[in-house]
């Protein structure tokens, strides 16, 4: 998503820009394709870490010859900047959102080890917030002067409300009940489990509720099946990849953002513009967004107890969820929505790096 707002605001006369997926395009890749942009595909698993990923990359770059290479997340930013060595391309930068809280045990040793190596020959390291950008430096041992913070932001004046709120909460049989909401790839590491857990026992506390599950992913039916065994499907609703979360937030009342690993949550920061009061935990840089008593609440990742004696909070204190929403939608408002400081800064980046290149 951040990569779609960066494409719709450059100037597409000064950079031509190529956008290659190591899997398929899918929803957004054709959106790109629609705004006149060249979308390729390599058909390759982009969760795989084989060479052979890394073999495509390099033939597609010897054949189109760009000046920068930039990638995004740990397998691309992997298979990318070996490919870019092999073919010379001297411009490379980088993103991380976060996947190095994963990287704990020997097992992960491989992944520290390859940025560590690799970052000596990327230009730049992008992070999404300040406290990420020093938690990796530390973790991961870069270079400090190659890493540079760009925060996420949303481009406000995209967000319309398509269909009203009366009118979902009827599609769904919502009446009176606080509707909760979450907005995460269904996969490991969302916290949905330890999520549905607290739900059951809100619900058998007598508490009434609606819990919308935005977002697909491998655990899908994983989490459906626990939401028949814990008595929840009445409660639950499962919306799968959708293309107008903002109707949804919009219809809800309560943001949730169980996860254990965050960089900067464009989900939060899109149920904050919408004014949803929001319980995240604490990593990435949520604690920058949500402070507990003034819009939201803080919780640690997996805390099961805190999470859901927080949702029975609000449960019993309806009058504060509008008061907090209103207070996250300002932080949005006056220091996350600048699309074109946003956009300048990547163009800073890319400069530097064809100058050098030159």
């Known amino acids: 998503m951040m990569r779609l707002r960066l494409l719709c605001n450059i100037d597409r006369n000064?950079?031509?820009?190529?956008i290659c997926c190591i899997g398929r395009k899918g929803r957004i890749g054709c959106e790109?394709?629609?705004?006149?942009?060249?979308?390729?595909?390599?058909?390759?698993?982009?969760?795989?870490?084989?060479?052979?990923?890394?073999?495509?990359?390099?033939?597609?770059?010897?054949?189109?010859?760009?000046?920068?290479?930039?990638?995004?997340?740990f397998n691309a930013n992997f298979h990318g900047r070996i490919a870019s060595l092999i073919c010379r391309v001297t411009g490379i930068i980088i993103e991380e959102h976060g996947e190095h809280k994963f990287y704990n045990g020997m097992k992960f040793l491989p992944h520290i080890c390859a940025n560590f190596i690799l970052s000596r020959f990327t230009n730049y390291i992008v992070c999404c917030s300040g406290k990420f950008k020093t938690e990796i430096i530390k973790k991961e041992r870069l270079p400090r002067e190659k890493v540079?913070?760009?925060?996420?932001?949303?481009?406000?004046i995209k967000y319309r409300i398509k269909i009203l709120k009366e009118d979902i909460k009827i599609?769904?049989?919502?009446?009176?009940?606080?509707t909760l909401i979450i907005v995460a790839s269904l996969k490991i590491g969302k916290g949905h489990?330890?999520?549905?857990e607290a739900l059951h026992d809100i619900k058998h506390m007598g508490y009434r509720f609606k819990i919308f599950f935005a977002g697909d992913g491998p655990l899908a039916q994983v989490f459906h099946n626990k939401c028949a065994e814990l008595d929840l499907l009445?409660?639950?609703?499962?919306?799968?990849?959708?293309?107008?979360?903002?109707?949804?937030?919009?219809?809800?009342?309560?943001?949730?953002?169980?996860?254990?690993?965050?960089g900067l949550s464009i989900a939060l920061m899109e149920a904050m513009l919408m004014g949803l009061t929001a319980i995240v935990t604490d990593?990435?840089?949520?604690?920058?967004?949500?402070?507990?008593?003034?819009?939201g609440t803080i919780i640690s990742p997996g805390d099961r107890e805190g999470l859901k004696n927080s949702i029975i909070f609000y449960l019993e204190n309806r009058d504060l969820i509008k008061k907090f929403g209103e207070r996250s939608r300002a932080i949005i408002a006056t220091r996350y929505s600048s699309i074109g400081k946003y956009t300048n800064k990547y163009y800073e980046l890319w400069d530097k790096c064809a100058h050098g290149a030159n």
């Open 171 to 178: 599609r769904y049989g919502i009446s009176d009940e606080i």
């Open 148 to 156: 540079v913070c760009i925060e996420n932001c949303l481009d406000a």
């Open 234 to 262: 009445n409660n639950a609703i499962f919306l799968g990849n959708i293309d107008n979360v903002p109707d949804y937030l919009n219809a809800s009342d309560i943001f949730i953002l169980p996860s254990f690993s965050e």
């Open 193 to 196: 489990d330890y999520m549905i």
């Open 283 to 295: 990593v990435g840089a949520n604690a920058d967004l949500i402070k507990t008593g003034f819009n």
């Open 14 to 18: 000064k950079y031509r820009i190529k």
């Open 32 to 73: 790109l394709e629609r705004m006149g942009y060249q979308v390729d595909e390599l058909g390759q698993n982009p969760d795989s870490l084989s060479l052979n990923v890394t073999y495509k990359i390099a033939k597609y770059l010897k054949r189109e010859k760009p000046d920068i290479l930039h990638c995004c997340l």
